[in-house]
């Protein structure tokens, strides 16, 4: 019988405004038998860069709970997943893995962000009001900050509270410690949780989606009209125009690339993890986009689809025919084994704004 729990401590020694010096502590109830143990990987070079090979075995002195700590300089979150692997070297079996990824907190960074709630915000061009998260610093920017805004499709997922699938992004563990690498910018997240007519909000107005003819063009001028001037002028009281960034996965994703495509003087960058590219005429949009637009596209290689690996890099492909610069205003990164959820989004989603945001 397999006994599972799992505890991950953090302790913070030091920060800089680019790397955060931290002591993890990894730690596993785990039955195992003679000539197995407990190994933890992740994508960090001391837990294997995520390869299980090369994966870090904890201490066994406890047993049956397997522990170990390390130290590390970061400045990104650490995703990480126990397995159960056999101790012989150069053994070629499948790990058997005993936890789902799980992504490490900084402990007294969390401490800085707090999470508001408008409940119930209304449209006068869509039928269902939706609730919207404002995830922002407790201590309010100065002014020579820039402010920053993350817009984010299904925004209930963002967080582990709030979430509807079942699994969150948990912005609420990661984001305050990616923030802390801008010290020069103020980074506020807005998420915007979606409705029963999801299925048409996120899809192009030109395009059929499962449910049928696309409104993206309302639920842009929602966005545009509605949403952006009450969350900047009136809840946030801004005095400056900030820079927006608009993001989300799977239709969030396809209705991202289209808002940034229609709207080019409204948001500087889209992020989009694996978008449902399937609805292939928003090609008819993506010369609308400005040269300092930066495009961030991603998808994984398993499930349903291959997780739209195909029409992701066929979306590529044609950003690169209109003269885009990989690395400099697009990037496309593939997660190797990763599927269409949340816990995969959420390995993915840290780096995508690192780049986004540099």
């Given amino acids: 019988m397999k006994i599972f729990a799992t505890i991950l401590s953090i302790v913070l020694i030091c920060h800089a405004s680019t790397a955060l010096a931290t002591t993890l502590s990894f730690s ?38 397997w522990e170990v700590k390390i130290n590390v300089t970061t400045t990104t979150p650490i995703h990480y997943r126990f397995l159960l692997k056999p101790d012989a070297p150069n053994t070629q079996v499948t790990p058997i893995w005993i936890s789902n990824w799980q992504t490490s907190a900084m402990s007294n960074q969390v401490e800085a962000y707090s999470l508001h709630t408008i409940s119930d915000f209304p449209s006068q061009f869509l039928q269902h009001p939706r609730n919207i998260f404002i995830f922002m610093p407790k201590t309010k920017g100065t002014r020579s900050q820039r402010v920053r805004l993350l817009y984010f499709h299904d925004g209930q997922n963002l967080f582990t509270g709030t979430a509807t699938a079942p699994n969150s992004l948990e912005l609420e563990r990661w984001f305050p410690a990616l923030a802390q690498n801008y010290p020069q910018d103020q980074l506020i997240v807005i998420g915007i949780a979606n409705s029963p007519e999801r299925m048409r909000e996120y899809v192009p107005p030109y395009s059929v989606g499962p449910e049928g003819a696309g409104i993206g063009n309302l639920y842009g001028r929602f966005m545009v009209e509605e949403l952006i001037p009450y969350i900047e002028h009136d809840y946030l009281k801004l005095t400056s125009t900030p820079e927006r960034t608009v993001a989300g996965a799977s239709l969030g994703g396809l209705i991202s690339v289209y808002l940034a495509a229609n709207f080019p003087d409204i948001f500087t960058n889209a992020v989009s993890q694996s978008g449902s590219f399937q609805f292939g005429e928003i090609t008819q949009d993506l010369n609308k986009l400005s040269a300092n637009q930066k495009i961030y596209l991603d998808s994984g290689t398993e499930g349903p689809s291959n997780d739209n690996y195909f029409v992701n890099y066929f979306m590529r492909d044609k950003f690169l025919e209109l003269g885009r610069i990989y690395g400099g205003d697009l990037l496309h990164v593939i997660g190797r084994g990763h599927q269409h959820n949340e816990e995969a989004w959420r390995q993915r989603l840290p780096d995508a704004l690192r780049w986004t945001l540099q």
């Fill in 28 to 65: 596993t109830v785990q039955k195992t038998v003679w000539g197995e143990s407990v190994y933890v990987v992740g994508n960090h070079p001391y837990l294997g860069n995520n390869d299980p090979v090369h994966a870090l075995k904890l201490s066994p002195h406890n047993y049956p709970t």
